[in-house]
T-cell receptor, first 113, second 114 residues
């Protein structure tokens, strides 16, 4: 079955540590996205990539970094510079030119201890 | 301005009722309108996608867009307990990607009582 996988499902981090969230898709989609969801808030775009080796900042990129070395993979690193990293992180992908039809992974819940 | 307003609920209705979920927006440049369903602790799932004004029907779901009023709706007929979830509206100015991205509402928590 095609789809998007995110790992781990739950992640705990100590303050001052960097952590990397995994996102893999086998949908053969070129475009991939990272969102953050906080309680009572809509999804906010962190980074997006429309093609391998290229990515752009979204609305809330500060304190985050990404890479896109393979079409299937778009890992997100939450750095110690992110002041309030506890949130639900969602990865999505879409076919180029149809980015409004985004398919989401199951999410990773990050908690900073 | 990219604000999208959506009543967070919870909205509780009996099984079999018709459900109406709504979003309002201020950016007249929005042309693409989506509804996502999100079960607790899961990723959102695309339910409906419409372009510009008008209605679109898919089974028990109907999406309606009124661009003159900057108002979109999702109707669920013959609601089922399995419809209990958070429903997120999302909007975009274009379909081709770019820095604008999707603008999401905060979601309405829907509860269908058996």
């Amino acid at each position: 079955d095609g789809g998007i996988t995110q790992s781990p499902k739950y992640l705990f981090r100590k303050e001052g540590q960097n952590v990397t969230l995994s996102c893999e898709q086998n949908l053969n989609h070129d475009a991939m996205y990272w969102y953050r969801q906080d309680p009572g808030q809509g999804l906010r775009l962190i980074y997006y990539s429309q093609i391998v080796n290229d990515f752009q900042k979204g609305d809330i990129a500060e304190g985050y970094s990404v890479s896109r070395e393979k079409k299937e993979s778009f890992p997100l690193t939450v750095t110690s510079a992110q002041k309030n990293p506890t949130a639900f992180y969602l990865c999505a992908s879409s076919v180029p030119g149809h980015f409004v039809r985004q398919y989401f992974g199951p999410g990773t819940r990050l908690t900073v201890l | 301005q990219k604000e999208v307003e959506q009543d967070p609920g919870p909205l509780s209705v009996p099984e079999g009722a018709i459900v109406s979920l709504n979003c309002t927006y201020s950016n007249s440049a929005f042309q693409y309108f989506m509804w996502y369903r999100q079960y607790s602790r899961k990723g959102p799932e695309l339910l409906m996608y419409t372009y510009s004004s008008g209605n679109k029907e898919d089974g028990r779901f109907t999406a309606q867009v009124d661009k003159s009023s900057k108002y979109i709706s999702l109707f669920i007929r013959d609601s089922q307990p399995s419809d209990s979830a958070t429903y997120l509206c999302a909007m975009s100015e274009s379909s081709g990607g770019g820095a604008d991205g999707l603008t999401f509402g905060k979601g309405t928590h829907l509860i269908i009582q058996p």
